[in-house]
Nanobody, 121 residues
Framework: VQLQASGGGLVQAGGSLRLSCAAS????????VGWFRQAPGKEREFVAV????????SYSDSVKGRFTISRDNAKDTVYLQMSSLKPEDTAVYYC???????????????WGQGTLVTVSS
């Protein structure tokens, strides 16, 4: 599976962005997809994950209630709708895929290249 993340950019605090993760290659609908982020000088952290069908999701406490993960298997794409953005959400955001849901970055086999989100105060 090849993944490509897009949709990052510069936004003011309180604003919104929607990230996309487009997949190609093997059967995308078989995989759970997670979003992770990495801020400068920090470790990569879990943000959200969605199962293969879209029927189950999980979020980190830091984004719960502000971010929504969804997927369209007909388009081989997973989305991360981010609202009420804060300066501390600034990071490079990565999408990743694996069989079954998980929150550990090391458990994901396939990774996209990352897209930068910058939230100004």
């Amino acid at each position: 599976v090849q993944l490509q993340a897009s949709g990052g950019g510069l936004v003011q605090a309180g604003g919104s962005l929607r990230l996309s993760c487009a997949a190609s290659g093997r059967t995308f609908s078989s995989y759970a997809v997670g979003w992770f982020r990495q801020a400068p000088g920090k470790e990569r952290e879990f943000v959200a994950v969605i199962n293969w069908s879209g029927g189950s999701t999980s979020y980190s406490d830091s984004v719960k209630g502000r971010f929504t993960i969804s997927r369209d298997n007909a388009k081989d794409t997973v989305y991360l709708q981010m609202s009420s953005l804060k300066p501390e959400d600034t990071a490079v955001y990565y999408c990743a895929a694996r069989v079954g849901m998980g929150v550990s970055a090391t458990s994901y086999r396939y990774w996209g290249q990352g897209t930068l989100v910058t939230v100004s105060s």
